[in-house]
């Protein structure tokens, strides 16, 4: 195969282009947003899968070198009670421990790496349709561009335009909760860095982080009817502020006191997933990270999903004879494990699964987790790995 072009720059999008070079195709990224989009204000958590995906792809010092590491989860009752403090992922392996990053540094990041290493990424090139052909796949740009390439792949997130054509009935379903989160510059609370506290709020899922600068990054889930269209683009900061602190001093933690000092606007957006079974393949194309498994944030996987699908399809591409067994090859390995996760962090979201880590013990390693690692690992064939059929397990939920 000579050409690939891949739809959206973002985490998926970049990482697969990171693999697919190292794995030698000549590949393109085309990224509708005009820039890197470093503003973008959210953050989020890589664990420690997604972590050892970004050091299989070469990319852990481009990503350490932003956000700030977590070594522990300390989760809290609703009375501030502490009923848990363990340590998270593989805490004492610098390169693989989780890591807490603003959404915009990593999509900087990763960019940054790609375009060092001689990968073309086009931004504000926005697909608006691709036709299939025997040969190639032609892709149509709202900019008048086009490209071709014998392999299309749709890394172009939840409101994927290529998923739409590909899967037309398969659309995100409101999860059961909406998600607040915000920046507190000098938080009052008594913690140093390094990791994540849970509350388990009695109307409220709340976490936190605080910045080796003393910054707290927090998120609160509040399960309530989704956010209107209205709501979403035109945020009444201090309305919205002023009913998270209501809700959120109904307990005896720090949360409601995060939320009153947060520094500047409050994000909010609603846990959204895919309908697990959602057709991922057509011809000459293929859809990735949220475009294919779109999962509720409660588990905080969405990302590390994406950072595996990205080392799992180039070495699928890589290992097995043709694209068409290459494609099959991938879907057998990630439809189990990214469906599972859109499972639990469903059940987590509406509230009919409670998350693990509820005592001390280090949390039960996830099913599969032996088979993921040779999975991911960048010299073993795909081919010789036994399994694609063990789900996920249930992820330590540092979700926002
Ligand atoms: C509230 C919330 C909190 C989260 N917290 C976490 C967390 O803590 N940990 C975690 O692992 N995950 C988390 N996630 C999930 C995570 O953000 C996503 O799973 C991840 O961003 C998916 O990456 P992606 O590249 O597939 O999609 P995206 O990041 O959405 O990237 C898609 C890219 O495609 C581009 N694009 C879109 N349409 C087109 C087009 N037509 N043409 C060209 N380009 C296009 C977009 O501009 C964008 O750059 C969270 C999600 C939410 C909503």
């Known amino acids: 195969m000579e050409r690939i072009l891949i739809i959206g720059g973002g985490i998926a999008g970049t990482a697969t282009a990171l693999g697919l070079h190292k794995a030698g195709f000549d590949v393109s990224v085309h990224e509708a947003h005009p820039d890197t989009a470093e503003d973008i204000g959210a953050f989020l958590t890589l664990a420690s899968n997604g972590m050892r ?10 990503v350490t070198a932003i956000g700030f590491p977590l070594r522990s989860l300390c989760l809290l009752d609703a009375q501030g009670g502490e009923v848990a403090h363990a340590p998270m992922g593989e805490a004492d392996d610098v390169l693989l421990r989780y890591r807490c990053l603003r959404r915009g540094e990593l999509n900087a990041a990763l960019q940054g790496e790609a375009v060092r290493r001689g990968i073309r990424i086009t931004h504000g090139t926005r697909l608006v349709s691709f036709e299939n052909g025997p040969d190639q796949v032609t892709a149509r740009f709202a900019d008048g561009s086009v490209a071709t390439g014998e392999l299309l792949i749709g890394a172009d997130g939840l409101n994927s335009a290529v998923r739409r054509s590909i899967a037309p009935g398969a659309e995100p379903v409101y999860a059961g909760q909406r998600v607040f989160y915000g920046y507190t510059r000098s938080a ?47 945020p009444e900061t201090s ?45 000459r ?6 475009a294919a498994h779109a999962a509720s944030p409660a588990t905080g996987q969405g990302a590390s999903m994406a950072l595996e699908d990205a080392v799992i399809l180039a070495k699928s591409l890589r290992d097995a004879p043709d694209t068409e067994s ?18 639990v962090s469903g059940q987590i979201s509406r509230g009919t699964h409670t998350p693990s880590r509820t005592g ?41």
């Open 188 to 234: 009052q609370v008594a913690d140093g860095t390094g990791h994540i506290t849970m509350v388990r709020g009695s109307k409220a899922s709340f976490g936190y982080a605080v910045s080796p600068d003393r910054e707290a990054y927090w998120f609160a889930r509040v399960a309530a009817e989704a956010l209107s269209g209205t709501e979403l683009a035109n």
């Open 239 to 283: 309305h919205r502020r002023d009913q998270l602190v209501e809700m959120l001093r109904a307990d005896a933690t720090p949360a409601a006191g995060i939320v009153a000092a947060a520094t500047d606007g409050i994000m909010a957006t609603n846990a959204t997933e895919l309908p697990p079974g959602t057709p991922w393949r057509s011809g």
């Open 53 to 62: 995906a970004l050091a299989q792809l070469g990319a852990s010092d481009a």
């Open 285 to 290: 194309t293929l859809i990735i990270g949220d």
């Open 360 to 400: 001390s013990a280090p949390a039960p390693q996830r099913p599969g987790e032996d088979t993921l690692m040779s999975q991911l690992e960048w010299d073993i064939d795909l081919r010789t790995v036994s399994g694609g059929t063990d789900g996920a397990g249930t992820p330590e939920s540092t979700g926002n």
């Open 326 to 343: 290459a494609l099959s090859l991938y879907e057998e390995f990630r439809r189990p494990r990214v469906e599972h996760n859109i499972t």
